[in-house]
């Protein structure tokens, strides 16, 4: 085992001397923030650095891109303190739907304990994370930073609760617990799968949506069983929706060439919201036994949207002004 190196742990103030001045800055990059969404399994898009929040000011201020919903980043260098902890809750009931993210050096058991009773008090809009920063670098080579969770939102249970709430019993209630059934399974594929986007907590309804990194545009998967079909869809929504379906329709030639087959280009002229989708149809969504060769059709056909939008999501100008529309129902 000769010619093997030896990890070894690194001060965090050897890199970064200062939260405010050096580690904030750091974490906002795009690149880290991408390394701290993998953590959270969250894909994340920057809104501001330093963001008042009530009384408080939120030191990174993110969206989650698959739902438009506000991420708070607390972050200390050192241990977790009660300080910290207070600014969590305040963010908590100023805020309908927030993820909290608090990142430290070390987190005490008793805001470790904290973090997990709002996750088990609250609903599934508020959503705490606790994670904990090292560096370790091998002889001479840069250092690497590490995110190790301790704490997370039991998703699952909170969903199952959120649908429960909704509609429970009868026909509706079959079909809730179905979708839940078949995302679940599907979620798991794709944790399994080699593959860079990342699972979320599957939902009791027709669609789920991931993110692919921008806030308006999700990478996102539907399933209609009057129609038998389930189907991968770019999905754009809010004020942006119109010009940033416009933008990547300028490309149609290009993302079908490098897709391999033709797409369904809805701009939707009387509706808000906008989709490119790609179907698979003629199928049992019912049949459990049929289940893989659904998910393994999605996964791949996602992977591949994933590969071939993202960049021109990137890319997309925010400066071009969208017309407005009525709401859309999503079918």
């Known amino acids: 085992m000769s010619g093997l190196g030896r990890l070894e742990r690194v001060e965090l103030r050897d890199e970064w001397p ?3 001045q050096h580690f904030t800055p750091w974490l906002a990059q795009e690149d880290n923030l991408r390394l701290l969404g993998e953590a959270l399994s969250i894909d994340l898009e920057l809104e501001a650095q330093e963001r008042s929040v009530g009384p408080f000011r939120a030191d990174i201020l993110c969206k989650d891109t698959a739902n438009g919903n506000w991420v708070l980043v607390e972050n200390q260098l050192e241990r977790t ?36 009773w ?34 997370k939102p039991n998703n699952w249970s909170k969903s199952v609760a959120s649908a429960k709430r909704g509609l429970e019993g009868g ?10 059934n078949y995302w679940t399974a599907f979620e798991e594929l794709l944790a399994s799968s080699s593959t860079p986007i ?16 921008r806030t308006g545009v999700g990478l996102n998967l539907a399933m209609n069983t009057k129609e038998n079909y389930a189907r991968v869809e770019i999905y754009f929504s809010g004020s942006h929706a119109k010009s ?46 049929d289940w893989p060769r659904q998910h393994q059709w999605l996964v791949e056909k996602m992977t ?6 993202r960049p021109l999501v990137l890319s997309l100008k925010r400066d071009i002004a969208a017309p407005v529309g009525n709401d859309e129902s999503r079918t």
């Open 304 to 309: 591949s949207f994933y590969h071939v939008f």
């Open 18 to 20: 200062s939260e405010a």
């Open 244 to 289: 940033n379906y416009a933008q990547i329709e300028q490309r149609k030639a290009e993302v079908e060439a490098s897709l391999g087959e033709p797409l369904h280009w809805q701009p939707l002229p009387q509706k808000k919201d906008c989709r490119i989708s790609l179907a698979l149809t003629n199928i049992d969504l019912t049949d459990e036994d």
């Open 118 to 151: 709002l996750n088990e008090v609250t609903d599934e809009k508020i959503r705490v994370f606790g994670l904990e920063v090292e560096l370790w670098r091998i002889g001479a080579s840069p250092a690497a930073p590490k995110f190790n969770v301790v704490c």
């Open 198 to 213: 990342n699972p979320v907590s599957p939902p009791a309804q027709s669609w789920v949506a991931h993110g692919i990194g």
């Open 81 to 116: 303190d009660h300080t910290h902890l207070g600014q969590l809750i305040t963010y908590a009931a100023g805020l309908q739907a927030v993820t909290i993210v608090w990142v430290a050096s070390r987190f005490a058991e008793e805001h470790r304990a904290a973090c997990d």
């Open 171 to 180: 026909s509706a209630g079959s079909i809730l617990e179905m979708q839940r």
